[in-house]
């Protein structure tokens, strides 16, 4: 199994990659055979992502934004179809239902990468707002986990007893220095 | 524990007004305290924290961050002031750090000058936690709180408007404030007719002298400077 990250731009540093290691490694309970990050930046925006499906076309792949918080024994989420998280357990579907902090497949899925790169130029102009709302209108063909990734803005004082993965969404910030929560226990010392 | 909460970014102030704003706390208050300053460069300061050039949050806004009793290592029950930098300390503050503050109460600066909004944003305290909601609705939607009262007609700065956002919090949550007494303080511009007027003003309301001529006024205890950068008044720090 190949566990997949992004690194690119300002927001997210090496540190980042290596506390995304270090939960994965202490926490999760996951196994996995390599650990990937993709650093290219050809777009300066989400739509660098999309990277991983025409780069990793075999095996069980596994993908984590960076800014999520991993404080327990993850239920199993790899996945043999193109496998994302829905939000609209937890908030109003917006512009999209659809979160990528979470992504699985098995195999080959180059299509996503196909249908983005395709249209590229159209896409970049259309969906300003992340590759989410990309994800919901042009991809056919996607699964949605369980409730398994709640938002963080809802347990910022306690862990959710029920779950073992948190995204951060907005609330990045907390991985910045100076801020300390249960949350904190779980990131490598800043 | 009384926590000093400032925000320091390189622009119109250099790092050697934090310094100053620190010493002349130091020298003006018996009151123990530490000085937090969340900056962009390294500052004389008892914790600094880093500034994050890169993140979505704007100029002062950040100060919001404080309301969080996650941020700069607060404790329960810890007291915390936020405080803009551009301030000058002319007389023992020992009764506004150690101004009282109950569970749920916030103080601020009595503006005694015209304003259409109720909080001073040179001056906020209250207990760790107890308006967290400021900061944390806030970080939910900063994109548009922090171009809101620019587009509003509020402010005329882009990315200016924390005051009317914490103003607006404390509203919608029927939240009362308290005020320090105005007499406390002085307010400074380069502006000289408005000077005038903030003299004739001061004098009116508190019954006393002009507010600033050759000397500040013996009853302030702290000067807020609205921009001004280049004055004698930073001597008397």
Redesign the interface.
């Known amino acids: 199994m190949r566990i997949i990250c992004c690194k690119f731009g300002n927001k997210f540093t090496d540190w980042h990659v290596d506390n995304l290691k270090h939960m994965i490694d202490n926490y999760s309970g996951l196994k996995y055979d390599s650990f990937e990050v993709i650093e290219d930046n050809p777009y300066n925006n989400w739509f660098n992502k999309l990277q991983m499906y025409d780069r990793f076309r075999d095996g069980e792949n596994l993908y984590f934004d960076l800014d999520v918080v991993i404080f327990n024994k993850l239920p199993k989420l790899t996945r043999k179809y193109f496998t994302l998280l829905d939000d609209t357990w937890w908030r109003e579907p917006a512009h999209t239902p659809l979160n990528s902090s979470i992504v699985s497949w098995t195999g080959d899925v180059s299509y996503v990468w196909n249908t983005f790169k395709l249209y590229e130029d159209e896409m970049l102009k259309k969906y300003t707002r992340g590759s989410d709302e990309f994800y919901f209108e042009e991809i056919d063909y996607y699964d949605t986990y369980e409730p398994v990734c709640p938002s963080i803005k809802d347990y910022l004082y306690e862990n959710p007893k029920d779950y073992s993965i948190c995204t951060l969404g907005q609330m990045h910030h907390l991985m910045e220095k100076g801020w300390s929560g249960w949350y904190s226990d779980y990131f490598i010392q800043r | 524990m009384i926590k000093i909460c400032t925000v320091f970014f390189e622009g119109k102030y250099s790092p050697d007004y934090i310094s100053k704003f620190y010493d002349s706390l130091k020298r003006n208050t018996t009151v123990p305290f530490e000085f937090v300053c969340?900056s962009d460069t390294d500052v004389k300061a008892d914790l600094v924290?880093?500034y994050?050039?890169?993140?979505n949050?704007k100029l002062h806004w950040h100060k919001l961050?404080f309301f969080?009793p996650?941020?700069?290592?607060q404790k329960p029950g810890d007291e915390i002031i936020v405080m803009d930098i551009d301030q000058v300390i002319t007389n023992n503050i020992d009764d506004l750090i150690n101004y009282p503050v109950k569970d749920n109460e916030f103080i601020s600066y009595h503006t005694w000058w015209p304003r259409n909004i109720k909080v001073n944003g040179g001056f906020y305290k209250f207990k760790s936690g107890d308006f967290d909601y400021i900061w944390?609705d806030f970080?939910?939607?900063?994109e548009y709180w922090q171009t809101h009262y620019y587009e509003n007609g509020d402010v005329h700065y882009k990315y200016y408007g924390e005051q009317n956002y914490v103003d607006w919090k404390l509203f919608e949550k029927n939240i009362t404030i308290t005020k320090v007494p105005g007499e406390w303080l002085g307010k400074y511009t380069d502006n000289r007719k408005d000077m005038i007027e903030m003299n004739k003003l001061y004098s009116k309301l508190f019954n006393t002298d002009y507010m600033i001529l050759d000397n500040v006024n013996e009853k302030i205890k702290i000067v807020h400077l609205n921009g001004a950068t280049n004055n004698k008044i930073w001597n008397i720090q």
Not at chain 2, 70 to 73: D, L, P, S, T, V
């Open positions: 969340l924290l880093p994050n050039k890169h993140s949050i961050k969080s996650q941020f700069a290592y944390n970080s939910l939607n900063p």
